[in-house]
Nanobody
């Protein structure tokens, strides 16, 4: 059974940092792109960042550029999202996703495995 389990969310003040982790299990993720998305109630799930299998290519949304960094440890089947200089607008449920893509892409339909999400709340 494939599982993606996110952790590291929580409550942080504006300007603070959080590091999200996503542990993947249940199959080989060789060749899979790993990505992060986020969603607030009443809005569509939006792309945050993604990284290809060997870490050579990343793609990030404008909203997080310069503040969010995606990384992965294939030996641990884990992907991370380091979030710095957090803003109240970053408050959302953050989801980890995996998809069989050669390049990091921002589209939801390109990912076929999803985690349950972790809540990030940034207070002003």
């Amino acid at each position: 059974q494939v599982q993606l389990v996110e952790s590291g969310g929580g409550l942080v003040q504006a300007g603070g940092s959080l590091r999200l982790s996503c542990a993947a299990s249940g199959r080989s993720f060789s060749g899979y792109v790993m990505g992060w998305f986020r969603q607030v109630p009443g809005k569509e799930r939006e792309f945050v960042a993604a990284m290809d299998w060997n870490g050579r290519r990343t793609y990030s949304a404008e909203s997080g550029k310069g503040r969010f960094t995606i990384s992965r440890d294939n030996a641990k089947n884990t992907v991370y999202l380091q979030m710095n200089s957090l803003e109240p607008e970053d408050t959302a449920v953050y989801y980890c996703a995996a998809g069989p893509n050669p390049y990091p892409v921002p589209t939801l339909v390109s990912y076929n495995y999803w985690g349950q999400g972790t809540q990030v709340t940034v207070s002003s």
